[in-house]
């Protein structure tokens, strides 16, 4: 057993998925208390309840899922007033088609589902969005996307969840929801998942490039290199500055990688031992250090 999270702020949420899974929990709805832990909690502003909202005021929120054993996912984009969006993505993961719902629509699904609407803004949050719009409304370049993979007995699982960027325009979807950048996973293979600016990640269609890199032999952690290396010089040669992007990637045996292309990517595991512990991933993921 293996699961991997992206930043601090999914500690808490790995050790219950660690529980769900001895508890005989299936992997999907063990991903899904990790993410919903991080987007329930009102003191991470870039998921879920109290998410940093739009130009607008709102709160927006992107999320999937994806089973690597059939390649069946579920996502949705725009969705307001649902404080779990993986959630709301999980019910679609069987569909045969309208497995990508957003805005009106993915709100409407959730409620026939059952979902409650629900108030996303806090008043700290809104606090800060009257302060940024008092200045000059631009989009503030936070982009914490909670991401996290499980390998399991030969299986593995993906699932995101964002509110996005900060003071982003109304309708902006980043690459969170989309299967190939934002989140891949493969049963055969392994699976990966990424954070940061979207509109960097969806040119590299980074997850899907990791998951492939993987199947041609890389290890988790140099195909998580590799990917955010060539990525980052590809940006470069084109005459762009790279924005921030992180990965993380587990295979299907359970071996783990993690990279970015910025100073330091804090990030947690839980192994097979028990232990769960957070890392640092620093010069591409060629450098990860174990937090004590």
Not at 75 to 98: C, F, H, P, W
Not at 122 to 129: C, G, L, N, Q, V
């Given at each position: 057993m293996t699961i991997i999270a992206t930043w601090k702020m999914a500690l808490n949420g790995t050790k219950l998925a660690r529980e769900a899974l001895i508890k005989g929990t299936p992997l999907e709805e063990a991903l899904i208390t990790l993410i919903k832990d991080v987007e329930m909690n009102e003191d991470f502003h870039s998921v879920g309840y109290s998410g940093l909202p739009n130009e607008d005021g709102v709160?927006?929120?992107?999320?999937a899922i994806m089973n690597g054993d059939n390649l069946h996912f579920g996502?949705?984009?725009?969705?307001?007033?649902?404080?779990?969006?993986?959630?709301?993505?999980?019910?679609?993961?069987?569909?045969?088609?309208?497995n990508f719902l957003v805005g009106e629509g993915a709100l409407k699904h959730a409620k026939e589902m059952g979902f409650k609407e629900e108030e996303m803004l806090?008043?700290?949050?809104?606090?800060?969005?009257l302060e940024e719009r008092a200045k000059k409304p631009k989009v503030y370049k936070g982009h914490d996307t909670v991401c996290g993979l499980i390998a399991e007995e030969g299986r593995v699982v993906a699932a995101t969840s964002t509110s996005g960027l900060f003071m982003k325009k109304?309708?902006?979807v980043?690459?969170?929801?989309?299967?190939?950048?934002?989140?891949?996973?493969?049963?055969?293979?392994?699976?990966?998942?990424?954070?940061?600016?979207?509109?960097?990640?969806i040119k590299g269609t980074l997850s899907y490039a990791?998951?492939?890199?993987?199947?041609?032999?890389?290890?988790?952690q140099d195909a998580a290199t590799k990917a955010v290396m060539d990525l980052d010089a590809k940006l470069r040669a084109k005459g762009e500055e790279p924005r921030d992007f992180s990965v993380i990637a587990v295979n299907k045996d359970g071996a783990w990688g993690a990279?970015?292309?910025i100073a330091e990517f804090p990030f947690i595991v839980s192994e097979e031992n028990g232990e769960t512990a957070m890392y640092i991933a620093r010069d591409f993921g060629r450098e990860i250090e174990k937090i004590k």
């Open positions: 709160v927006e929120c992107d999320a996502a949705v984009a725009g969705l307001r007033s649902m404080k779990s969006a993986v959630s709301v993505a999980y019910t679609l993961i069987d569909n045969e088609y309208n806090t008043d700290e949050a809104k606090k800060r969005w109304v309708g902006r980043g690459d969170s929801p989309l299967v190939g950048p934002g989140l891949y996973a493969d049963s055969e293979v392994g699976a990966a998942a990424a954070t940061g600016v979207g509109e960097d990640i990791i998951v492939s890199l993987m199947a041609g032999g890389l290890s988790p990279a970015t292309n």
